[in-house]
C-alpha cells in the first residue's frame, strides 16, 4: 500500500463554490453578453455558481436572474434615504454571531459566507468578521439552554448551509440536546443557488433529529427553480416543511406575472410562499427599489388570482421591532 495522506474527496457543491464565477468580465465571456463590462469597484464581489449562471439566458443583459448578481453602474450613486445598516443590526447582538430580538427565536449568524453575491443583499456592507457564530458555539448554546423561553432555533447567515455536513451535524445534536427547543430553521439559498447542497449526508441528519426542521429557501425568480433544483428539493421534503421568501425587486420580479409564476413554481416543488420582503434600504441597491404602494398593488392583484395559501406575507424589517411588519392592502 501507498504511503499517502488521505485527503476527504471535496464535495460537489463544494466544487461548485470553488469555480464561481468571481468577475464581471468572466461573466460577461460565460455568458455571452453584448458590450463592455463595468468594473465592480464597490468592495461587494462579484460571485456566481455556474449552476446558478446556467439558468441565466444567454446573451440577454435583462435576464431577470442575471439582474440580480450583475454589478451595475448604479450601485455607486448616493440616494437619501438609503444607509449602510438600516436595520441597527450592528448593535444588537448579545453573543457576536447571536439576535435574539424576535421572542421565542434566536437567529444566529453561523458564517458570514454566501454561495453567491446578491446586489439588493441588506447585509452587503455588514462586518462578519467578528460574526462568527462557530467560533463562539459554545457561548451561544449556553446562552440557549439558559433561556428556556428559546423554542426555535434559526440558522441563518450568511448561507447556513455553507458549513460542511460533518459541523452542521454536531450543532444540530446540540441544539437536539436542548430540550425546550422544539424547532431548527434553516434561512438558505444554496439549495437554489447549488442544488448539489443537498446531500445524502444533509437529509439524514435532518431526518434523524427530533427537532421540527423547517427551510425556508429564497428564491425570487420561477427560472431559479429549473428540474434538476426540483428533483433535489424532492430529497429534502420528507424531512422539512418547505417555505420560500422573496425579495420585491425592480426588473427581476416586481410584476403581477412574475409573482404568480414564482408562487405556483413554488408550489410545483412543494414549497409554499412565505414572505414578500420589502427591499431593504442599503447603500447601493436603490435601482431595486419598488415602492410599498406599487407593492400593496402588486399583492392585491395576485391575491385576485391565486389561492391563499399561494399568496407571500408583504412585509418589511424595521429597526428596533420586535417582528416583521406587515405592508397593509390599506395602506
Ligand atoms: C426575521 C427574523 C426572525 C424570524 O422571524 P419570523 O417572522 O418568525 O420568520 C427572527 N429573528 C430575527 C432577528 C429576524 O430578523
Ligand atoms: S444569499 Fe442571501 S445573504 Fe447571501 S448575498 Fe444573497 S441575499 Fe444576501
Known sequence: MKNSVYWPAMKIWQQHLQQALSSVAQLYAYLDLPGDPAQNDTGFALRVPRPYADRIERGNLQDPLLLQVLYQAQELEITPGFTLDPLGEVNANPIPGLLHKYKGRVLIVLTGSCAINCRYCFRRHFSYADNAALKHWEKIRTYIQNDPTIEEVILSGGDPLLVGDEQLGRIIQDIDAITHVTTVRFHTRLPIVIPDRIT?????????????????????????IDDCVQEKLALLKPVSTLLNQAVLLKGVNDSVDALVHLSKRLFESKILPYYLHQLDPVTGTQHFFVSPEHGVELIAQIRAQLPGYLVPQYVQELSGATNKSPLSENF
Do not use: I, K, Y
Open 200 to 224: 445524502d449526508d444533509l437529509v439524514n441528519m435532518l431526518r434523524d433529529t427530533r427537532l421540527n426542521v423547517v427551510t425556508v429557501l429564497h428564491c425570487n425568480h420561477a427560472n431559479e
